[in-house]
C-alpha cells in the first residue's frame, strides 16, 4: 500500500496479507465474504459450503460419523429440511418414525405438503415401516434415542428395510452424538444432527450438521446453496474449538446421566423414568447392541401432590436450570409440553406419551451428588409417594 494513500483507502486496504501460512495448531479464521476467483477451480463463497472454516467442520463431523463427507447448516432444522427437499420431489412420499422431535413433525405436516411431498407416521419397528412403504417412498426418517422419551430405533433393521424396497434412510442423531452412535455403520444413508445441543456443548452456538456419502452431499450441497442456511467463518471456528472437547464432556455426561436415571428410578416421588441405560428400560437391549454409551438426556415423570405441577418442582430447584435446548456442560431441565412439542396439539401429545408432567432432563458434567440432591429437595417439596 503507497504511502501517499487517502485515509479511506488505508481504512480498508492497509496491514492486509493476502495469504497467511501460520502453522499454528487451530485453523486461522478467514471472515472474508468475497474471496479472490481468479486461478481458482472451485470458486469459494460461504453460501456454496467450501470456504476453508466450514470446509475444516464439515470433515471433522464427517470423521466423528464415519461418514466420507459432511455439510454445516444454520440450524439442526436447516440440515433435515435441506436434507429432504434436496432428495424428495413433489409426488413422492417420506415415511416418519411416529416418535419425533416437535420442529421435525411440523415441517412433515405444514411445510412439506405445500412442496407436493406427502408423509405419513409410523411405529419405529420393520413390520409397522413395512406395512407404511408406497410405491412412492423415497426416504424413511428416524430419531433414536427419540425425543423426549428415549425410545431406542433398531438402526440395521430399519436400514436393511430400506435397502431392499430402494429406499433412502435419515436419523437425527442429536441425542446420541457421534460419541455413543455412529448410525452410517448400521446402514443408514444421512445422520443429521442440530449442533447446537452436544457438538456446540456451551449452550452459546446455533448450527445444524449431516454427515453422508460423497454422492448425497453432493445432491444436499446443491440444494442447500439455493436456500442458503449457512455458517460464518467466525461459527466454525468455535465449533471446531467445542468439537475438541466432545468426547471428554459426553463419556462425563452418559456417567451422570447413568447415575441419577437409577437414582430417579428408585424415588419413592417419581413415577417413570425413561432411559435406555436402565436394564428395565423396553429397548435396553437394542440400545446396547447400537450404542457404546447411553447418553447424557432423560426424562422422569413425578408423582405430584395435590395442587403442584412440573412448574412448581421446577422452580424449586437451585442447581439444576430450567431452559430449552440440551446437550451443554450445565443440567438443564425442560418441559417437552411447553417447549419442544409446545406446536403439537395436546391431543397428539398425549398420542405419543408427552404428557404435560413430564420433564426432561439434559445432564451435564457436575457433581452427580449435587445433583441428586438438587433433585430430591425439589421432589420432596412438589411430589407425594407413587404409591400412595
Given amino acids: ?133 408406497r410405491p412412492e417412498t423415497k426416504l424413511i426418517y428416524i430419531e433414536t434415542p427419540s425425543n423426549p422419551l428415549l425410545r431406542v430405533t433398531d438402526m440395521k433393521v430399519i436400514a436393511d428395510l430400506a435397502k431392499n424396497y430402494g429406499i433412502l434412510t435419515m436419523i437425527d442423531n442429536t441425542f446420541a452424538s457421534p460419541i455413543n452412535q455412529n448410525p452410517i455403520k448400521f446402514g443408514i444413508d444421512i445422520v443429521a444432527h442440530s449442533g447446537s445441543k452436544y457438538m456446540g456443548g456451551h449452550s452459546d452456538l446455533l448450527f445444524g450438521a449431516v454427515a453422508t456419502s460423497h454422492v448425497l452431499r453432493k445432491r444436499i450441497s446443491e440444494s442447500g446453496k439455493i436456500l442458503g442456511s449457512n455458517v460464518n467463518a467466525t461459527t466454525c471456528a468455535l465449533i471446531e474449538r467445542s468439537l475438541k472437547t466432545l468426547a471428554l464432556r459426553v463419556l462425563q455426561q452418559n456417567k451422570n ?51 403442584a405441577d412440573a ?30 412439542h409446545s406446536l403439537l396439539p395436546q391431543e397428539e401429545r398425549q398420542k405419543v406419551g408427552v404428557k404435560d408432567i413430564l420433564l426432561r432432563l439434559s445432564v451435564g458434567i457436575e457433581d452427580v451428588q449435587d445433583l441428586r440432591e438438587d433433585l430430591d429437595q425439589a421432589l420432596q417439596f412438589a411430589g407425594v409417594y407413587a404409591t400412595s
Avoid: W
Wanted: charge should be neutral.
Fill in 1 to 133: 500500500m503507497k504511502d501517499q494513500s487517502r485515509k479511506a483507502t488505508l481504512c480498508v486496504h492497509a496491514g492486509k496479507e493476502k495469504s497467511l501460512n501460520i502453522e499454528g495448531v487451530n485453523t486461522p479464521i478467514f471472515t472474508s465474504s468475497a474471496i479472490d476467483f481468479l486461478d481458482q477451480e472451485d470458486v469459494l463463497y460461504p453460501r456454496n459450503f467450501n470456504t476453508i472454516n466450514q470446509k475444516v467442520v464439515a470433515a471433522k463431523i464427517a470423521a466423528l460419523e464415519t461418514g466420507e463427507a459432511g455439510l454445516v447448516f444454520g440450524s439442526g432444522m436447516a440440515a433435515i429440511s435441506n436434507s429432504i427437499l434436496a432428495l424428495v420431489k413433489s409426488g413422492e412420499h417420506v415415511l416418519f418414525q411416529k416418535d419425533l422431535y416437535g420442529g421435525t413433525y411440523q415441517m412433515a405436516m405444514q411445510m412439506l405438503p405445500q412442496f407436493g411431498i406427502s408423509c405419513s407416521f409410523a411405529e419405529a419397528n420393520a413390520e409397522a415401516m413395512k406395512s407404511a412403504i
Fill in 311 to 340: 412448574e412448581s418442582l421446577i422452580r424449586r430447584l437451585k442447581v439444576i436450570a430450567p431452559a430449552v435446548s440440551l446437550g451443554g456442560v450445565e443440567t438443564i431441565v425442560n418441559m417437552p409440553a411447553r417447549t419442544s
Fill in 257 to 307: 446421566a447413568q447415575a441419577l436415571a437409577e437414582f430417579l428410578q428408585q424415588h419413592p416421588r417419581v413415577q417413570q423414568v425413561y432411559y435406555p441405560g436402565l436394564p428395565d428400560s423396553p429397548d435396553h437391549e437394542i440400545a446396547r447392541r447400537q450404542m457404546s454409551g447411553f447418553g447424557g438426556m432423560l426424562s422422569f415423570e413425578p408423582a405430584l401432590r395435590s395442587g
